[in-house]
């Protein structure tokens, strides 16, 4: 059991270490400096169990990751001859009235298509659609990959705040 408590010490010790350091750096990079022998001869044997190494190999997995499914909302999806510039000036219209909202322009043959927000879930691509479906009537929810990166970005709203608060 004791030796149970410090195989996995030593991993959970590995797995945090790693994930100070760059991100390039492996966990089995790790266990080869710690097999590694010091100068006086010192030297760590790591042995862990199939449970433990797969749960490790899962954190990493999870911190490689960029992207995560979610939903965004196509307010314009079109083919033709115009279709390329018509979807540009959609997003650019979008983006003057909605600067809080991030907007995606993407063609996946044969459709130009703008989409809208950055939504975890289908309910919350609902809810967005609620406030949209006045200027854009034949819109609709799609899934798509959301980069983590896209998330820290979603509806940062300028907001105006007086000089001078009249509190009274």
């Known amino acids: ?37 010091a100068a006086d001869g010192a030297s760590v044997r790591v042995r862990e169990s199939a449970a433990v190494s797969d749960a490790v190999d899962n954190i990493e997995a999870k911190a490689r990751r960029k992207e995560i499914e979610g939903y965004r909302v196509v307010i314009f999806s079109a083919n033709g001859q115009y279709a390329g510039d018509n979807a540009r000036t959609v997003l650019e219209t979008f983006q003057t009235n909605h600067p809080h909202i991030n907007a995606y322009m993407v063609y996946e043959s044969p459709y130009f298509k703008v989409s809208v927000g950055d939504c975890l879930t289908l309910e919350e691509a609902s809810h967005l659609m609620s406030q949209l479906v006045g200027e854009y009537p034949e819109l609709f929810p799609k899934r798509e990959m959301i980069k983590y990166n896209d998330l820290g970005n979603v509806r940062r709203r300028k907001i105006e705040v007086p000089d001078t608060l009249n509190i009274q």
């Not at 350091?21 to 492996?26: D, F, G, I, L, V």
């Open 1 to 37: 059991m004791k030796g149970l408590l410090s195989t996995l010490f030593i991993v959970a010790a590995i797995v945090v270490f790693g994930t100070h350091e760059a991100q390039a750096q492996k966990i089995d990079h790790k266990r080869s400096e710690l097999a590694a022998h």
